[in-house]
Nanobody, 125 residues
Framework: QVRLGESGGGLVQAGSSLTLSCASP????????VGWFRQAPEKEREFVAA????????VYEDSVKARFTISRENAKNTVYLQMNRLKPEDTAGYLC??????????????????WGRGTQVTVSS
């Protein structure tokens, strides 16, 4: 079982920035790709971004590509999602997920084995 904990969400105005963190005590965290997904009320879960185990490969959903940056700091067992120029449509619960060791980062939920409980991001207009 890989435990994941998200933090950094909050209520912000449109145009603001937030940085989300996904941390894990798991000793194999640095061998796992990590993805960020989001889910708004009454909507399906949506892929946001993913990063491979050593941070040299990233994938983004098109609508966030120019505004969000995913990164990781394996010495701290943490993956970050820097979100700039936030829009009301970014409002959602944001979840991180970890894949099996050395699996390439993907955009589908079924490519990830472990999930955090999420952190809420609310963007007011």
């Amino acid at each position: 079982q890989v435990r994941l904990g998200e933090s950094g969400g909050g209520l912000v105005q449109a145009g603001s920035s937030l940085t989300l963190s996904c941390a894990s005590p798991e000793r194999t965290f640095d061998t796992r790709s990590v993805g960020w997904f989001r889910q708004a009320p009454e909507k399906e879960r949506e892929f946001v971004a993913a990063i491979n185990w050593d941070g040299d490969s990233t994938v983004y959903e098109d609508s966030v590509k120019a505004r969000f940056t995913i990164s990781r700091e394996n010495a701290k067992n943490t993956v970050y999602l820097q979100m700039n120029r936030l829009k009301p449509e970014d409002t959602a619960g944001y979840l991180c997920a970890a894949a099996a060791p050395f699996r390439r980062p993907g955009a589908r939920g079924d490519e990830y084995d472990y999930w955090g409980r999420g952190t809420q991001v609310t963007v007011s207009s």
